[in-house]
């Protein structure tokens, strides 16, 4: 039997780093960047909790000037109108990724005071 809801990644690897160099006694560069994993493919002990047959949706309607819902009968049996949601993933589904970066230079002036200047930047990888 199977374990998991999609093949395993053993690829996945995920480094950050970050840099801060005093350029001058007033003035500081720093930089950063990293990879990381959404967790889409993770929570699978929840698909096995919200999956038929334990969970179903069903939407309850009634009248604004005449209401047919009341406390007595909040929850009406399913009828023909009892919708069924179905759950699935594909087996070889990748597990998607943002790379972020950034990279910013800080010089203070008198006591209380200082300029930033930056930039940063992401991009999406194998995004659903």
């Known amino acids: 039997m199977r374990q998991q809801i999609v093949d395993a990644e053993y690829n996945n690897f995920a480094p950050r ?7 001058t006694r007033n003035t500081v560069f720093r930089a ?22 334990f969970y179903s949706s069903q939407t309850l309607n009634s009248s604004a000037t005449a209401p047919t819902l009341s406390l007595s009968n909040l929850f009406p049996a399913a009828g023909v ?24 230079l800080q010089h203070s002036f008198g006591s209380d005071n200082f300029v930033e200047i930056g930039y940063s930047g992401n991009t999406g990888q194998k995004l659903a």
Request: charged share 10%; proline share 6%; glycine share 10%.
């Open 17 to 23: 780093v970050g840099l801060a160099y005093q350029v």
């Open 81 to 104: 109108g009892a919708a069924f949601n179905p759950f699935t993933l594909n087996l070889h589904n990748r597990t998607p990724y943002v790379s972020q970066w950034n990279a910013d």
């Open 32 to 53: 950063g960047a990293g990879i990381y994993y959404a967790t889409d493919n993770a929570n699978e002990l929840q698909f096995e909790i919200v999956g038929a047959p």
